[in-house]
């Protein structure tokens, strides 16, 4: 008993931090396995699709895109930054990230606009989630690496769990500050036709 007392209060933060990873990897890996499929899944699927395709055809989509959302300098200078990439030998690991980051954005929007709905709908969730999110922004990215690692190993899962936690506050913050934004007009008026509450 004197040995187990001793070795907790001597052992700290660092002893109850070892006993809790150890407890999460023997009862919670099937849960942290799905998880990892999941992930895995979406980012393979994103990274094969986007290697599949050849590379003059992505850089044309990618410099369509350019000339669409800002000019056709821009287009051209990412005609020529894709060509250099490509000159370079770095196409693949080039579109590899690329599909982590997509894969990245589409978790963060997943799990980023329905906490932004209750966070805009409940007090109690909005406080909480503040200082998460506060949390979660002012972290360095690479923290999050080290759980992420542990959990998930090496590889595209915990890359990708990193993006997203770093990732994941824009989208809860504007969707919460776009719906509570809404005119309370347009409310009343989805009311007096009879919206329910998930239809608003």
């Not at 005609?79 to 589409?106: D, F, Q, R, Y």
Request: charged share 10%; proline share 6%; net charge negative.
């Amino acid at each position: 008993m004197d040995e187990w007392l001793s070795e907790t209060i001597g052992g700290g933060i660092g002893y109850w931090s070892e006993r809790l990873v150890a407890l999460i990897l023997d009862h919670g890996q099937p849960t942290l396995d799905a998880i990892a499929g999941v992930v895995d899944g979406l980012g393979g699927a994103l990274d094969g699709l986007l290697l599949g395709l050849p590379p003059w055809a992505l850089a044309l989509g990618l410099a369509a895109l350019a000339w669409w959302r800002v000019g056709r300098g821009f287009a051209l200078f990412t005609l020529l930054a894709l060509g250099a990439i490509h000159a370079m030998g770095l196409w693949e690991p080039t579109v590899s990230t690329l599909g982590l980051v997509l894969a990245s954005t589409v978790l963060s929007l997943i799990g980023g606009v329905p906490l932004g709905v209750w966070m805009a709908r409940s007090r109690v969730a909005d406080g909480i989630g503040k200082t998460l999110l506060d949390l979660m922004q002012t972290m360095p990215a690479f923290v999050y690496l080290i759980p992420a690692v542990m959990f998930f190993g090496l590889g595209r899962v915990p890359g990708i769990i990193a993006t997203v936690i770093f990732a994941m506050p824009p989208a809860v913050r504007l969707t919460a500050l776009g719906i509570r934004q809404v005119p309370v007009e347009l409310v009343e008026a989805g009311r007096a036709f009879g919206c329910r509450d998930h239809q608003l």
